[in-house]
């Protein structure tokens, strides 16, 4: 049973929607996942993303936390993209680069909100944006009994770049003063991006044999120990998938995509903000697991995919899945 309930809060519309698995908190402010709680191994709920203790952080979100992350998600360097040879130049805004967007990434844009059977939909129409802008964006959540799907919808008139993702943070844990370096990360994926010094894609390399194979379950601690984090691009194999552990709570989540990249971020510069349960933002104690297209690849690839031709659309979804915790008891 999928029970939803709309409220008003901050002139803002919020949804929270009930199964017996999870709570999950939805606001029209960047289309965002607020809250999403689920069960330990006891029964108990726990917010498994990084909440601010203040929401008036989410007006400035130096951490893009829980937001629909476009329309042009990830770096691009040279800041100018030519479209239809007519250049479109970008403001940096991180490291010389343009990230996220720039400072009017549609996480900063409030949403029109609108209630479905079992799907939650927010829409935007012609979002500023420093590319020509697409005529709509619409992100809907699909709610299932065990986990829900984001379906971003891109519907544009002139031709231009679009990769859309959510940028939540999550600590499976449910206690963000704890790291996650104990948690077990699965990409299914045999090669990854390398980057340059500005983060920026540089060539593409196999995982095995390399500190950065997670082809299979491995503790993130084996990572960070060897003084490396992760910032990267990876190439998903078909039907590939993301799957995250934390044995202590045992809780699991599974993430499938038919975008062909995840970049897997492990909070490795954290921000001057506060959590809802009172703990400063810290190093490693998040991770987060953006599907998307390659970054910078209207550079790094002959046919950009994340390229939109006049008068097209598409949708590009993201799936979610719980197991653990309380769930093989219900």
């Known amino acids: 049973m999928i029970e939803i309930t709309h409220y008003r809060q901050h002139n803002l519309d919020f949804y929270l929607c009930k199964t017996p698995h999870y709570r999950l908190t939805l606001c029209g402010l ?6 999403l709680e689920t069960q330990d191994k006891n029964g108990q709920f726990k917010n498994i993303v990084y909440t601010y203790q203040q929401f008036e952080q989410y007006h400035n979100n130096l951490k893009y936390a829980g937001i629909t992350v476009g329309p042009y998600a990830g770096r691009i360097y040279p800041l100018e993209v030519i479209i239809e040879n007519t250049k479109h130049p970008l403001k940096a805004n991180d490291n010389g680069v343009y990230l996220h967007s720039g400072s009017h990434h549609i ?17 935007i129409e012609k979002p500023r944006y420093a590319l020509p802008s697409p005529e709509v964006i619409t992100v809907t959540y699909q709610l299932k009994n065990n986990g829900f799907s984001i379906d971003y919808h891109s519907n544009t008139k002139v031709a231009t770049f679009i990769s859309l993702t959510n940028h939540s943070y999550f600590n499976l844990s449910g206690d963000f003063k704890q790291k996650i370096g104990t948690h077990k990360l699965m990409v299914e994926a045999d090669t990854m991006v390398a980057l340059n010094a500005k983060n920026i894609p540089e060539k593409i390399e196999n995982v095995h044999n390399t500190p950065y194979d997670f082809t299979q379950l491995k503790p993130l601690s084996k990572l960070f120990d060897a003084g490396l984090a992760l910032d990267h691009p990876f190439l998903l194999n078909p039907q590939g998938k993301v799957k995250l552990i934390d044995e202590q709570s045992t809780r699991t989540m599974t993430i499938t995509t038919n975008y062909p990249a995840v970049v897997v971020y492990t909070n490795n510069e954290p921000s001057n903000t506060t959590h809802e349960d009172g703990s400063i933002d810290q190093r490693h104690h998040s991770i987060c697991i953006e599907c998307q297209y390659i970054p910078n690849d209207m550079y790094f690839l002959k046919h950009p995919q994340s390229f939109y031709p006049p008068m097209s659309q598409r949708t590009m979804t993201i799936n979610y899945a719980f197991e653990g915790g309380f769930f093989d008891d219900l």
């Open 107 to 123: 996480g900063t844009q409030i949403f029109i909100a609108k209630k479905h059977d079992n799907a939650i939909e927010f829409i």
């Open 30 to 35: 960047g289309a965002m996942i607020y809250r």
